[in-house]
């Protein structure tokens, strides 16, 4: 594991004690107790299991194939992808898992429902969240990685950050531009539009955010990272629950992405 250099150093802590004040103000006023006990906003979601099953067998479909189709184009195996080869295949997989959304969106259980939140409002609970999230997310990581190393394992980061750091200035900001705002809408739509809503609408708000959490943790494929995101992900799952608004997760989600890219390119852990 490496360790961060000042500059990432000093933006970590800086967040971190921005988080913890926003903790202290909040609950001294009691705001937090007050949006915990608030209704939620997430109307109910008619849909069958049989058709959120079909949803899921057309989004894995497409995930699958759009690596495979991007590879045969481009004449290569999908191991001999330079990073340039890649940075295309990461859109054609974003893209994959937004036509697997549209395609959905045409059966009648695939209405996407709103809140009273305004775009606005829900886009500032977004963002603000980020600054109570990372203290805890930070506390998470550590303490996953040190389990990791007590057990003796050594998962290796994801790819795609010694790619970003590899790239050159021509091909950076587009791998910006992938991670932090193509990933987080797709992701959103998918993860916390359908699979957080068909989980929330069986079971109590804490199981389905946890649940889809776990499942948008292991669908990056890496142990490094698992905990964290599966944090995350119950974080964003809570967030859409109680503002109905996809913008609020989305939001959260494009500051995460964000401060990682950040870490990233300064030469820190990820």
């Known amino acids: 594991m490496e360790i961060a250099g000042e500059p990432v150093l000093g933006i970590e802590v800086a967040l971190v004690a921005a988080g913890v004040l926003c903790w202290v103000g909040a609950l001294v006023r009691g705001s937090v107790h007050r949006w915990w006990s608030a209704p939620q906003q997430l109307p109910p979601w008619p849909i069958s299991g049989s058709d959120f099953a079909l949803f899921v067998l057309l989004f894995l479909s497409l995930y699958s194939l759009a690596p495979i189709a991007v590879a045969r184009v481009l004449g290569q195996d999908l191991s001999d992808l330079d990073p340039g080869e890649m940075l295309v295949q990461g859109y054609a997989t ?149 503002t109905g608004r996809l913008a609020a997760s989305i939001a959260l989600h494009m500051v995460f992405n964000l401060n990682t890219v950040i870490v990233v390119l300064l030469g820190g852990a990820a």
């Open 94 to 242: 974003q893209a994959s898992i937004l036509a697997a959304w549209a395609l959905f969106r045409l059966h009648p259980a695939a209405e996407t429902p709103r809140g009273r939140t305004g775009l606005a409002a829900a886009v500032g609970t977004g963002l603000t969240a980020f600054l109570f999230l990372i203290p805890a997310l930070m506390a998470t990581i550590g303490g996953w990685y040190w389990l990791l190393e007590v057990a003796g394992l050594d998962p290796q980061p994801q790819d795609v950050i010694e790619i970003i750091q590899a790239a050159p200035p021509s091909e950076r900001l587009y791998w910006v531009l992938l991670a932090v705002v193509v990933a987080p809408v797709c992701e959103e739509l998918v993860f916390r539009g359908y699979v957080f809503r068909f989980l929330h609408q069986r079971m109590p708000l804490l199981p389905a955010a946890i649940i889809s959490g776990a499942v948008f943790a292991s669908a990056h494929f890496n142990l490094l990272t698992f905990l964290p995101l599966l944090l995350l992900g119950a974080v964003l799952g809570i967030l859409y629950a109680k």
